[in-house]
């Protein structure tokens, strides 16, 4: 018994405090266990509690290992990576290099949305059980930030599960994997009820020790507002990542409460259905008007960005000129300029287009995934009207929009984009590059293609030139920006609120982690 107490004590110590419980709280949920399926924020920051990439972010956001130990750029083009021994999945099962090569194949599935993380690596072999080397097409400067969101999971467990493809999120299908999870993280997953609750306990095999003392997490999807307010003033919740903008000066006059507050590498905005040649549930017959610029513009010219942010997000975000945030490496205030709104040039550009009266197109909206993005939307509705755009408000839960989306059915719609590489070229090779299987186009879900912006891309992945690079990045955002392919709206802050005894470290992309958390 005694010996029992002592190593009690001594584990205590070792965590820096007592072992601890983590309730945390946000509104969505998420989309699945898979952790090569969905490039979705909130799913990614509960599965990095569970699995690994080959390289992790440190607490300053510096690149660090993780499954690898070290890497060595054997040419500009050949990588080999020391894998990390002794490393064991959640089951017991050895981490090998056959675990790489099998999650590479994986998650460059076409049914996923992750390919991005592994832009650029044309095959990956195995030299022995315990090193690997990445064969890139060409020098890739973002390769190393790709690969902390390039997930390892057990070949053996996805083998033994049927759970070896990828689930197809958009087709409502499922694998063991979809609601499972078998990775080599700090902690491990034991029970997911959709819309209640995912809890987890720390895995006690982990090759790593914790900066904090949190032993057990519970995340609960709260969709209503008021309601999780309510739980973290009663106590019933540790922590808040989705504050309801309303509350915030209330919450930070409560002696019980302290808030953390950042600006989250997010920008939300609208894309539209550049593509199909006619728009589905519009009016308009026969034709696209997404597909002439003027329409794009009028329709960015009537957003009122500063009146969102006043009325909206009371001050809780930053208008936005450029689809990417400050934070975002190629982010430069001097062409992050809004649009200010201007309905005399929108009407007639509309009218110079062949719609004088306007037209009626569905908007797609989330009502529970970004702050307040549903009253977003509604002023969205109520703008456009002005200059006889017929926005139709459809508002659902982020699991079904973001599957009506992938499905491209939707011709203009909202959407976040978390910039997890934070560089400009995740969200330009994403978003706005020409689909054309993996990485290019891997969310381009608006059918956007401009091949001179393709252009430019393209030669971002392997420019090595830091300045040369810049001007690449310089050169694609501008041209999306002027070329009005999406509506940027603004860039989303993103305030924490915890009870005193919660210390935890803030994270730009919005993914708090346990193993930086300490509960007292």
């Not at 405090?17 to 998420?30: E, G, I, K, T």
């Not at 309601?227 to 989705?242: I, K, Y």
């Not at 507050?261 to 550049?274: H, K, L, W, Y």
């Not at 699991?399 to 989306?405: K, P, R, V, Y």
Request: proline content about 6%.
């Amino acid at each position: 018994m005694k010996r029992q107490l002592l190593a009690a004590l001594l584990a205590s110590f070792a965590l820096g405090a007592p072992a601890a419980s983590l309730r945390w709280a946000a509104q969505n949920d998420v989309l699945t266990l898979d952790p090569h399926s969905q490039d979705h924020a909130t799913t990614e920051a509960i599965l990095q509690h569970a699995y690994e990439g080959l390289v992790r972010y440190s607490e300053k956001f510096e690149i660090e290992p993780a499954l690898a130990t070290k890497w060595t750029f054997v040419t500009p083009t050949q990588v080999r990576f020391d894998l990390r021994r002794g490393v064991k999945f959640h089951d017991g099962t050895p981490f090998t290099a056959d675990d790489v090569l099998f999650s590479f194949d994986r998650v460059r599935q076409p049914q996923g949305t992750m390919q991005i993380y592994v832009a650029g690596i044309k095959e990956i072999r195995k030299i022995d059980d315990y090193t690997v080397e990445m064969l890139l097409a060409s020098p890739t400067p973002m390769l190393l930030r790709g690969l902390i969101d390039f997930r390892i999971i057990s070949k053996a467990w996805a083998e033994k599960n049927k759970a070896t493809q990828i689930q197809d999120f958009k087709a409502k299908e499922e694998t063991y994997a979809s609601h499972n999870a078998m990775g080599t993280g700090p902690y491990r997953i034991t029970a997911w009820v959709p819309d209640q609750k995912i809890t987890m306990v720390l895995n006690k095999d982990w090759w790593d020790k914790n900066i904090g003392n949190v032993t057990e997490l519970t995340y609960m999807p709260i969709k209503s507002a008021p309601t999780r307010v309510a739980a973290l003033l009663s106590g019933d919740v540790d922590l808040l990542t989705d504050l309801p903008t309303q509350d915030v000066a209330k919450l930070k006059e409560d002696p019980k409460l302290k808030l953390l507050e950042g600006v989250e590498v997010r920008t939300i905005f609208f894309a539209m259905d550049q593509g199909s040649e006619e728009l589905r549930g519009s009016d308009v017959k026969g034709k696209n008007p997404f597909k002439d610029r003027r329409v794009r513009e009028a329709l960015n010219l009537a957003i009122d960005r500063a009146a969102l942010q006043r009325s909206v997000m009371r001050g809780l975000s930053i208008p936005a000129g450029i689809m990417i945030a400050p934070g975002v490496h190629g982010h430069t205030p001097g062409i992050d300029q809004p649009l200010k709104p201007d309905l005399v040039r929108a009407r007639a550009l509309l009218a110079e287009a062949g719609y004088p009266n306007g037209f009626e197109v569905p908007l797609n909206c989330p009502n529970d995934r970004y702050v307040n993005d549903e009253q977003i939307c509604q002023a969205a509705v109520a703008m456009w009207a002005k200059i006889g755009i017929r926005a139709r408000l459809i508002s659902q839960p982020m699991s079904l929009h973001s599957a009506g989306f992938q499905r491209f059915e939707d011709a203009l719609y909202m959407l976040g984009w978390g910039n997890s590489m934070r560089d400009a070229i995740y969200t330009l090779q994403a978003l706005a590059r020409t689909r054309s299987g993996g990485p290019d186009g891997s969310y381009n879900f608006s059918k956007l293609s401009d091949p001179k912006l393709d252009e430019l891309i393209d030669a971002m992945k392997s420019e090595m030139d830091v300045t040369k690079r810049d001007e690449l990045i310089r050169s694609a955002l501008l041209r999306v920006r002027d070329e009005y392919e999406f509506i940027p709206l603004h860039h989303q802050m993103r305030p924490w609120a915890m009870r005193t005894g919660v210390s935890t470290s803030y994270r730009s992309n919005d993914r708090p982690e346990a193993r930086f958390t300490t509960v007292r």
